[in-house]
């Protein structure tokens, strides 16, 4: 009888073994799929940044030309970014908040396909 519970709590600690093992992989592999998005949306968002900078830079040089006076076409291009600027800090939640934590939630708490 003895023999049979010794047996019954090696087979009980070798399914712990494999279940921490299943989860740390698991983990691994979410925080993996995690960080290379945010690498490749940070990589997307500098991209961006520089086509909005070279987009801004010529529409002020567009704006210089077609007005003639540096000021105003300075004061149009920053009002551009600033309306830009307006408009993703009033959809934040759309645009950012809850793009990310459904993807997040998603990767996390969906069961294994």
């Known amino acids: 009888m003895d023999e ?20 740390k ?12 998005r945010g690498i490749i949306v940070l990589v997307l968002i500098i991209f ?8 801004e830079w010529g529409l002020t040089h567009w704006l210089v030309q077609l007005t003639g006076s540096l000021w105003i ?3 149009v291009s920053l009002a551009v970014l600033l309306l830009i600027l307006i408009v ?15 993807f997040v939630t998603k990767l996390l708490l ?4």
């Open 25 to 36: 992989l698991t983990l691994a592999e979410k925080l993996s799929i995690l960080l290379s």
């Open 4 to 23: 049979k519970y010794k047996h019954l709590i090696d087979s009980i600690k070798q399914s712990a073994k494999v279940e921490l093992e299943y989860s």
């Open 88 to 102: 993703l800090f009033g959809y934040r939640k759309q645009l950012v908040i809850n793009p990310v934590t459904r």
């Open 73 to 75: 076409g300075v004061l």
């Open 48 to 55: 961006a940044a520089c086509a909005l900078f070279l987009l």
């Open 110 to 113: 969906n069961p294994e396909e």
